[in-house]
């Protein structure tokens, strides 16, 4: 039988977002997350539950310690209201504003379906970004084809939108 106190040296967790919150109180040296995020259906429409979506990003920001996280976030292809299309204006309280351990930001997943992110998707990325205070790192993926000229300018706002340093996006 396994040692029940080995679940405190796990470093690297992946799991839907609605385990994150049960998760993270026992594996107190994590130093990469992955958060699943799942589409809900309501009536007739389905969207990303933005209330999970806080939730999960607040447990992540309860994780003790000083040293630096990744943080991997898999969104759920035909979602239409990914977190960082509704910002709300001047909003400091923000879950992403609470994430100071997170140097390393990865967004993937089937996004908008086969072809990946859209440009007007990608155009709202590094207002999201400059939310969380300690990126260094951002890579986005999938995404559709862009113009070179859009990427590149793409590509100089999210780096910009690192606060932390150097931002090395990827797209």
Request: hydrophobic share 45%; with cysteine; charged share 15%.
């Amino acid at each position: 039988m396994p040692d029940a106190s080995a679940i405190t040296n796990i470093v690297s967790l992946s799991a839907p977002a609605l385990c994150i919150s049960h998760l993270i109180p026992i594996t107190p040296l994590l130093t990469s997350i992955s958060i699943d995020f799942h589409l809900i259906r309501a009536s007739l429409w389905i969207a990303l539950s933005i209330p999970e979506y806080r939730h999960a990003l607040d447990s992540v920001s309860s994780l003790a310690g000083t040293y630096a996280l990744s943080l991997i976030l898999s969104f759920p292809p035909d979602a239409s209201n990914f977190p960082w299309l509704r910002i709300p204006n001047g909003d400091a309280r923000t879950p992403e504003a609470c994430l100071h351990r997170v140097t390393h930001l990865l967004v993937g997943g089937n996004l908008d379906g086969p072809a990946g992110f859209g440009a007007e998707t990608l155009r709202a990325l590094p207002r999201w970004i400059r939310l969380f205070p300690a990126l260094k790192t951002v890579i986005v993926e999938p995404q559709a084809a862009i113009p070179a000229s859009e990427k590149e300018e793409l590509l100089k706002a999210i780096a910009d939108a690192c606060q932390a340093g150097k931002g090395a996006p990827a797209l």
